[in-house]
């Protein structure tokens, strides 16, 4: 793998102690960046694949908790299966060539969606690298797959159904709190930090849920020119948001200063 340049000389504007500790990316482009060079759709999702690792290993250096990539959606099923074989074989490749760079970095590695539905060689090395970087403890990478957040949604509601039927649970205990251990991303905080890229000003179906409070970060960049300059650059318009919660600005900063007092 490349080495990540001195950080120094790419950070200098950055609150590395202000950093999201989730970031989630929303990884579109693959296909124009492609066909800008006459190229086929699947050369776009090969360079893609190469942006991804570049993200990653950058997220991990900057010590980012929790990395979430959206590789494949329920809907891109409906692409042609061509394109699909392709994008399968890409992901194949990338986890046995990454899982030595994981296990070395200590990155956890999971895949969240409806996974039952990936090819069987595809959901055993999903769980096989799943199961070899489990002791992973500075960085959950999740790639999402076969991932749709109205699904996640609704595979939840029928979990928690299961539980009230059985009787282990009063309809009047489901809070939003307990609702979100039913989700794939139970465990885990929500992401600060949302991108997406290639200029789609949309959701697409990602972390529905998830993102009530997230802060949005959209640019033009297609996903394989998205390298380590773009990732700070999203790095550092986050860090100029006022994050509010609903709440009054002034009410924040109270509970900042009395935060940095304890
Ligand atoms: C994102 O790139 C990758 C996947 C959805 C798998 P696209 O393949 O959607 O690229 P565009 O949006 O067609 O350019
Ligand atoms: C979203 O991209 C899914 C992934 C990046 C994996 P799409 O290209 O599928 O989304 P739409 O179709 O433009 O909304
Ligand atoms: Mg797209």
Do not use: C
Not at 61 to 90: C, V
Not at 198 to 223: D, M, P, V
């Amino acid at each position: 793998m490349a080495q990540v340049k001195d950080l120094s000389t790419i950070t200098p504007s950055l609150d590395t102690h202000r950093l999201p500790r989730h970031v989630a990316i929303i990884m579109d482009g693959n296909g124009r960046w492609a066909q800008q060079r006459g190229l086929l759709r699947n050369k776009g999702h090969a360079a893609g694949v190469e942006a991804a690792r570049i993200v990653i290993r950058l997220a991990r250096k900057l010590d980012i908790s929790y990395l979430t990539l959206f590789a494949f959606s329920e809907e891109n099923w409906q692409r042609p299966a061509l394109e699909i074989k392709a994008i399968m074989g890409l992901l194949r490749r990338f986890l046995a060539r990454e899982l030595r760079e994981m296990q070395e970095n200590q990155i956890a590695f999971q895949a969240i969606g409806n996974l039952k539905q990936l090819p069987a060689a595809v959901q055993r090395d999903l769980a096989q690298t799943t199961a070899a970087t489990a002791a992973g403890a500075k960085m959950v990478l999740t790639l999402a797959l076969s991932y749709g957040g109205r699904s996640e949604i609704v595979q939840a509601v029928q979990a928690l159904g299961k539980e009230i039927q059985a009787g282990r649970l009063q309809p009047g205990e489901v809070d939003a709190a307990l609702f979100s251990r039913y989700l794939y991303t139970a465990g885990m905080p929500d992401p600060d930090l949302l991108i997406r890229t290639s200029g789609e000003y949309r959701l697409s179906n990602f972390l529905l849920w998830q993102s009530a409070y997230t802060e949005l970060y959209l640019t033009e960049t297609l996903w394989p020119d998205f390298r380590e300059e773009e990732f700070l650059k999203a790095l550092h318009a986050y860090q100029q948001r006022d994050r509010r919660f609903g709440l009054t600005q002034e009410q924040i900063e109270a509970l900042n200063a009395s935060n940095s007092r304890h």
